[in-house]
């Protein structure tokens, strides 16, 4: 049922009616095109049922001030009832909402979690990537010392080499002349 179809059944005008609601739910919107609240419908049966009961007890000229007054109680009862049923509401929409924000929090600590960890790995990458280049560097340069210290061995080498052949042909000569020297001494002692 409609707010209008409402207002005409209880022979009051319906922007008024429409009026009541707004100031009772300010955060909805009511036109006299919008559905009762089942609350409301409810309440309103419940009216009825009244005013049948007192039509019987009450002299016909109090019922209209009863008609009003049951109508306002139906409308105040049905805003109780539909305040409540908008605390429940944003009760649970505060509940989803942290619900959110506990998954949001969980998921930025382990997108943050990951973050770090890849930093780090990327990190000791990069410290391991330098040991090793240092350590290369390091091995290429004691490569070099020994090809060097075997290069000045080979010289050395050489050198002691070629001293030890001179001396030995010097030794030779010598000894070639001593013998020289014998033989003609021994010549000249036969004479």
């Given amino acids: 049922m409609t707010i209008k179809e ?20 300010p955060g909805q919107t009511w036109t006299i095109n919008s559905q009762l609240p089942e609350e409301f419908l409810a309440a309103h ?16 000229n109090g019922m209209g001030e009863a008609t009003i007054t049951k109508a306002d109680e139906a409308i105040q009862q049905a805003s109780y009832k539909l305040t ?6 944003i009760s649970g929409a505060i509940a989803v909402q942290n619900e959110q924000s506990k998954i949001l929090g969980a ?8 973050l770090f960890m890849e930093s780090l790995i990327a990190a000791k990458g ?3 990537d ?18 060097q210290s ?9 050198t ?21 020297r014998v033989s003609s001494m021994g010549t000249q002692i036969q004479f």
């Fill in 160 to 180: 002691r080499l070629g001293e030890s052949i001179r001396n030995k042909e010097q030794l030779k000569q010598r000894l070639n002349s001593l013998r020289h």
């Fill in 6 to 25: 409402y207002a005409e059944s209880i022979g009051i005008k319906p922007g008024k009616l429409v009026d009541e609601f707004r100031k009772n739910f």
């Fill in 107 to 114: 998921s930025t600590g382990v997108t943050g979690a990951l």
């Fill in 84 to 89: 409540a049923a908008d605390k429940q509401t």
């Fill in 45 to 60: 049966s419940k009216v009825k049922q009244d005013q049948h009961q007192q039509q019987a007890t009450q002299p016909f």
């Fill in 130 to 147: 330098a040991f090793a280049e240092q350590s290369l560097l390091e091995v290429d340069n004691q490569i070099a010392e020994i090809d």
């Fill in 150 to 158: 075997l290069i000045n061995l080979a010289e050395e080498a050489s």
């Fill in 126 to 128: 990069t410290v391991l």
